[in-house]
Nanobody, 127 residues
Framework: QVQLVESGGGLVQAGGSLRLSCAASGRNFSTYSMGWFRQAPGKGREFVSA????????YYADSVKGRSTISRDNAKNTVYLQMNSLKPEDTAVYYCAADRLAYGTILRLSTSGYDYWGQGTQVTVSS
């Protein structure tokens, strides 16, 4: 079992930056691919970014590509999402998720590809 806890959300003006963190419990974290998703009010949960167990392969949604960087520190059991040049349309609850397939080579882009989820952290971008 893996527990995920997100932090780092908040209120920021358009053009600002935030770094989200996702701390994981459990000894197998370093073998899992990880993803970030977001859900705006009245909308479904959408893919934001993912990276593999080593951090060497990453993927971004077009909506955040060039403005965001996903990374991980396996020694700290933590995955990060650095978001820059934030826009009001980035406002959402951001969730991290873990794919428990050890050393997986496929980055999952849908919610069904992930087995563990955090509770989310709110990001609000004001115009």
């Amino acid at each position: 079992q893996v527990q995920l806890v997100e932090s780092g959300g908040g209120l920021v003006q358009a053009g600002g930056s935030l770094r989200l963190s996702c701390a994981a419990s459990g000894r197998n974290f370093s073998t899992y691919s990880m993803g970030w998703f977001r859900q705006a009010p009245g909308k479904g949960r959408e893919f934001v970014s993912a990276l593999d167990w080593s951090g060497g392969r990453t993927y971004y949604a077009d909506s955040v590509k060039g403005r965001s960087t996903i990374s991980r520190d396996n020694a700290k059991n933590t995955v990060y999402l650095q978001m820059n040049s934030l826009k009001p349309e980035d406002t959402a609850v951001y969730y991290c998720a873990a794919d428990r397939l050890a050393y997986g080579t496929i980055l999952r882009l849908s919610t069904s590809g992930y087995d563990y989820w955090g509770q989310g952290t709110q990001v609000t971008v004001s115009s």
